[in-house]
């Protein structure tokens, strides 16, 4: 089975910098789009950004110039780095993948389980 992990989340004061890490393992075939997503307690899921596997980056207004995403396709795995971090900022973040595993003709979307920032001010 596929899974998801992220890691990096913690507490950090308001202006500071976190990186999260999200690494996909298992019997993957290919990795399609990647992206990270947040959810602030009573706040809809929303996307922060997102790659595509040749590197083209799509970051949500709130977070462009601050947070740079990145993809080691060797590693299967993806960054959010996060810089100027506001209180805004703080929620669960989740890793998404679009990806296809061994066998398959179709991809999937899968969800990590969230790493937790919070940013303290």
């Known amino acids: 089975q596929v899974q998801l992990v992220e890691s990096g989340g913690g507490l950090v004061q308001a202006g500071g910098s976190l990186r999260l890490s999200c690494a996909a393992s298992?019997?993957?075939?290919?990795?399609?789009?990647m992206g990270w997503y947040r959810q602030a307690p009573g706040k809809q899921r929303e996307l922060v950004a997102q790659?595509?596997?040749?590197?083209?980056?799509y970051y949500a207004d709130s977070v462009k110039g601050r947070f740079t995403i990145s993809r080691d396709n060797a590693k299967n795995t993806m960054y959010l780095q996060m810089n100027r971090l506001k209180p805004e900022d703080a929620a669960v973040y989740y890793c998404n993948s679009d990806l296809t595993l061994n066998g398959a003709t179709w991809s999937r979307n899968y969800w990590g389980k969230g790493t937790l920032v919070t940013v303290s001010t």
């Open positions: 298992g019997a993957i075939s290919s990795i399609n789009t």
């Open positions: 790659m595509t596997v040749a590197g083209s980056a």
